[in-house]
């Protein structure tokens, strides 16, 4: 278990790639689950309780969805369990630090300092996990860092207008 999360922590550092992680389905089981409390930790401190599983159940599917069409038409389909357990894992060791950020916004609405660092916190948990998640694509799938960044831009630019028009926020 040290050496599992010893690796993630490695590849959130960009030091390591996904192939310093077994290609097991309990593993890929276990922190996509993981994956999942964290992405419904986040809906929830956004949106509450509205549509959690909705919104819960599209974050997992997009992920495994987008990645396993990457990896099939890059026919890098064999890295599959490797790369979304990286993707799955290193977003989770991020996921404290998003949290932590979301709850601080109520708070910096009457303090200009700490809104100021709530937002520079943000930016640079965005961009690190932009990285991170370019780090493992460019291992994954063999490609140039700048095209892996693309993808994953895209990835996270794609999902949030896809969530915002399946699960528009609710007017109160």
């Known amino acids: 278990m040290r050496y599992l999360l010893s690796s993630l922590v490695q590849i959130t550092l960009l030091r390591k790639d996904p192939s310093v992680l077994p290609a097991s389905r309990v593993l890929l089981l276990v922190t996509?689950?993981?994956?999942?409390?964290?992405?419904?930790?986040?809906?929830?401190?956004?949106?509450?309780?509205?549509?959690?599983?909705?919104?819960?159940?599209?974050?997992?599917?997009?992920?495994?969805?987008?990645?396993?069409?990457?990896l099939a038409v890059t026919r890098r389909g064999n890295r599959f369990r490797q790369t979304m357990s990286a993707v799955f894992g290193t977003t989770v060791l991020m996921t404290p630090?998003?949290?932590?950020?979301?709850?601080?916004?109520?708070?910096?609405?009457?303090f200009y300092g700490l809104r100021l660092f709530a937002w520079a916190g943000s930016v640079i948990v965005i961009v690190w996990y932009i990285l991170i998640?370019?780090?493992?694509?460019?291992?994954?799938?063999q490609v140039g860092f700048v095209?892996?960044?693309?993808?994953?831009?895209?990835?996270?630019?794609?999902?949030?207008?896809?969530?915002?028009?399946?699960?528009?926020?609710?007017?109160?």
Do not use: C, E, N, Y
């Open 97 to 110: 630090l998003a949290a932590g950020l979301l709850m601080l916004q109520a708070p910096a609405q009457m």
């Open 133 to 141: 998640v370019a780090h493992i694509l460019r291992s994954a799938i």
């Open 32 to 70: 996509g689950t993981a994956f999942a409390a964290g992405s419904a930790m986040q809906s929830w401190l956004l949106f509450g309780d509205d549509r959690l599983l909705g919104r819960t159940a599209f974050d997992v599917g997009l992920a495994v969805g987008l990645f396993r069409v990457i």
């Open 147 to 172: 095209t892996s960044i693309a993808i994953a831009l895209t990835w996270l630019i794609a999902g949030d207008a896809l969530l915002k028009q399946l699960f528009p926020p609710v007017s109160v």
